[in-house]
């Protein structure tokens, strides 16, 4: 599936405010139930678009990429150096590779649109 099939996804990210759900934790199948019920797509298919988009961002990231969608915020991989760890039982240094992780830096249209009621 081409990623320009999955620009439509990306539009629940541009409402400033998401529906009144019962937990305060929003999931995958969240997210795809609004897309579902927004763009009166097949559940399943709502749902694969969902996965696709994460699946699309982590592929860029392991590509080393900066992953930007306007009005929303920027993914991209920050790294840790290496260090020297010590157990705290017995006392052994042992050496910690460096590590990548990703980051999320929002936008600050984003940040306009969360903090305005």
Not at 55 to 71: F, H, P, T
Request: charged share 30%; proline share 5%.
């Amino acid at each position: 599936m081409k990623l320009l099939a999955l620009i439509p996804i990306l539009s629940i990210f541009y409402v400033p405010s998401l529906e009144a759900q019962s937990s305060k934790i929003c999931t995958v199948n969240c997210l795809s139930e609004l897309i579902e019920k927004r763009h009166g797509i097949d559940p399943r298919a709502a749902k694969e678009q969902t996965e696709e988009v994460f699946q699309a961002i982590e592929e860029a990231l392991r590509q080393g990429k900066r992953v930007q969608i306007r009005s929303f915020g920027s993914f991209y991989l920050q790294a840790r150096k290496a260090w020297k760890a010590r157990h705290p039982k017995t006392g052994k240094v042992t050496n910690v590779p460096t590590r990548k992780y990703p980051r999320f830096r929002s936008s600050d249209l984003l940040k306009l649109r969360l903090n305005s009621r």
